[in-house]
């Protein structure tokens, strides 16, 4: 049996958040800070449900060059 996952709470209370707030994200910032905060204690590739998260902090720290 698979392992849970460990930041799947917080995932489904922003799902809860946005459905409950017509998907406004700026009205579920807590939610999201908390999953961030849940996403922070373990290790990359660990929570599923935080990949999202990973890609975008990898997509942060690529600097693109720009063509001028």
Excluded at 29 to 53: M, N, T
């Amino acid at each position: 049996m698979p392992q849970k996952d460990p930041c799947q709470k917080q995932a489904c209370e922003i799902q809860k958040c946005l459905q409950a707030n017509n998907y406004v994200e700026s009205k579920c910032q807590a939610v999201i800070q908390e999953l961030r905060k849940c996403c922070a204690r373990y290790p990359k590739g660990r929570s599923l449900v935080c990949s999202g998260f990973e890609k975008e902090e990898e997509e942060k720290l690529t600097v693109k060059p720009t063509s001028k």
